[in-house]
């Protein structure tokens, strides 16, 4: 009986020994919640990037990650400009759900406006689960302070507040002085000087340089911290002023056209970042323990050197050109190295599919539109197999919408008449397919439309004369936007 006794209690230390060392062994994140690294680029093309089949702009940094990543041939940001697309990002809605459908005016501490505190950003789920959060660059979710990204949900800022930004520090701060000496009271937001948490900084590097540089910072600070990071890298490159650095343009001289020549050196200068960053990672032994998801946050500006072939049209447009953005996933061991994902996935999904991954509680009665797409995408299966992804822009006094529906989309654009096309077939969106298929472009457009009954009035407008052509119109007035002739 003493034998047994013993035997017992030597059974119960073994055990209290093996799950003090394992409790010990839990919080290494190394099996627990990665690393997520999000580079945004700003109005970059479909076409403007080599994994995605540009001849004219090498980036063999993101190359080398995409080939041993997943690159998405149908990657789907919530709308066709920057604002709207953020929001989404950030709060995982429709940025229409929630007053945000325009992007706000520059300058917009003036209006004291930004995205509603009413929604938690992914940035807040995140750090509340332990993760050291930062983002370097652009902001454009609201200027005043209590929309500042320090308070809501990033622990570390650096970059700028508003819609864009001057590239050349030697110039952008030359001319601020210049207009602080003369008294204006608002300087436009693309010459402010950069801000770190909150204190203004002397910049003094190409901006996109100087954003691969804060990015490799933050990595070098915090990775061989406990916790885990979430970094939204978000570079204002290659939107427009088109300002490539002097040494990245003399690589692309043999580009006869100026505005493509600049494009071309701008996200270069991106790919030399992503490359700095992926030795970052490499030399902190974090690399395999980082998600990274490179992207666009809309379609390229074909009239400012962007180049979104095969897709139809650009930035602000309901067609593919407008919202369809080079993506790819890559995180070694968990990502399918050299695969294509051509399943339709939105920007919506991330706040789910980052959730789950970090397991993070998402707080009690937060709306998503989006959904968590990991196992989906692991087991090559459609996450939105017979559900709509949307895209609708509004424009002066009517409004444009996409429907995108496993291999179909609906298409209306300009007043014209609802359009049908059979993406997988056409990814140009050239042959309209409605007169065959009546019946699906109805049950799509009115499932929209059942959508759009979910939408809240603007909380503002990029310019006060689109308030105003708003009111004039009555605006949205939906019930014209999907009716079929
Ligand atoms: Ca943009």
Redesign the pocket.
């Known amino acids: 009986m003493r034998y047994r006794r013993f035997y017992l209690l030597s059974s119960v230390i073994a055990l209290t020994a093996i799950w003090a060392f394992h409790s010990k062994q839990s919080p290494d994140r190394k099996n627990e919640q990665p690393n997520i690294l999000v580079v945004l680029c700003?109005?970059l093309g479909y076409n403007d990037v080599g994994f995605n089949g540009s001849k004219d702009i090498p980036t063999p940094a993101l190359d080398k990650l995409a080939k041993n990543g997943t690159i998405f041939s149908s990657a789907y940001v919530a709308h066709p400009?920057?604002g709207p697309?953020r929001t989404s990002l950030m709060t995982g809605r429709y940025a229409h759900k929630i007053g945000a459908q325009f992007n706000l005016p520059p300058n917009s501490e003036t209006i004291g406006e930004g995205v509603p505190l009413s929604e938690t950003f992914i940035s807040t789920v995140l750090q509340k689960s332990g993760y050291k959060t930062g983002i370097i660059g652009k902001w454009h979710l609201g200027a005043i302070q209590k929309y500042h990204p320090n308070n809501r949900g990033f622990d570390e800022f650096y970059g700028f507040l508003g819609g864009g930004h001057n590239y050349h520090p030697e110039q952008f701060k030359a001319a601020y002085k210049k207009q602080k000496e003369k008294g204006t009271e608002v300087i436009f937001e693309y010459l402010l000087p950069l801000e770190h948490n909150g204190k203004e900084v002397d910049e003094t590097e190409y901006l996109t340089d100087a954003f691969s540089r804060e990015a490799v910072r933050f990595i070098n600070n915090t990775a061989q911290k406990k916790n885990p990071f979430f970094l939204y890298l978000s570079y204002n490159a290659p939107?427009t002023p088109l300002e490539g650095k002097k040494e990245d343009l003399e690589k692309f001289m043999h580009i006869k056209d100026e505005k493509r020549r600049n494009y071309a050196a701008m996200v270069y200068a991106v790919d030399r970042g992503v490359d700095q960053i992926t030795k970052a990672l490499e030399a902190n032994g974090q690399l395999e323990n980082t998600l990274i998801i490179f992207l666009s946050?809309?379609g390229g500006r074909t009239d400012a050197g962007a180049n979104n072939f095969p897709l139809r049209e650009s930035?602000g447009s309901t067609c593919e050109g407008g919202y369809r953005v080079p993506m790819f996933f890559h995180w070694p061991g968990k990502v399918p190295a050299g695969e294509t994902f051509n399943f339709p996935v939105s920007t919506l999904d991330f706040y789910p599919t980052f959730a789950a991954l970090a397991k993070a509680n998402v707080p009690k009665g937060k709306l998503l539109d989006g959904k968590n797409i990991w196992e989906d995408f692991l087991h090559k299966t459609n996450s939105h197999e017979n559900q709509n992804i949307y895209v609708l822009r509004h424009r002066e006094g009517y409004t444009d919408v996409g429907i995108r529906n496993n291999e179909w989309k609906a298409l209306k654009t300009n007043q014209n008449n609802w359009k049908l096309y059979n993406l997988n077939k056409d990814i140009g969106e050239n042959q309209d397919l409605s007169h065959e298929n009546p019946e699906l472009l109805k049950s799509m457009v009115k499932e929209g439309e059942k959508w759009s009954r979910s939408h809240s009035q603007p909380r503002w407008f990029h310019d006060e004369q689109t308030g105003i052509e708003w009111l004039t119109a009555q605006m949205p007035h939906f019930d014209q936007t999907f009716r079929i002739d």
């Open positions: 700003d109005d400009f920057c697309s939107h946050d809309n930035k």
